[in-house]
């Protein structure tokens, strides 16, 4: 009686002990599938990660060369604005230059032209005088 059961208890543990190292095998077969599962995910996600930045990397690099294009061509164009300004600007001046230069020469003529009908008026009058005589 007490054999049958020593030998039933031992069978029981030995099953169980059985039981056991497999449930622990198919845990550990179970983690290394869940480990390298993880892993695969793990690395595509990775990989996905480095796509998508080389992407921004790519777009941002063609955002940052097209706003330094419009940038230079705005300051070509400022530049070439303050270039016809400063030409206008001296037009300007040469033409007030012009204008004085034409009022001093018109009061010369009209000075002039004021002394010679005086002359004429004189002379006018001279041969005037010599009629009568």
Known sequence: GQLQDAVSRS???????????AGAAQAAGLLQELRSE?????????????????????????????????????EQELSDRVAAAETSSQVIVDLRRACKEWESSHRELASSASDQRSEAM??????????FE
């Open 11 to 21: 069978l029981h543990e030995a099953q169980c002990a059985a039981e056991a190292k």
């Open 38 to 74: 993880c892993g695969q995910k793990a690395e595509d996600a990775a990989q996905r990660a480095a796509a998508a930045e080389k992407e921004v990397r790519r777009e941002c690099g063609e955002r940052v060369e097209e706003l330094a294009s419009r940038v230079a061509a705005a």
């Open 122 to 131: 004189a002379a006018a009058s001279e041969v005037g005088d010599l009629r």
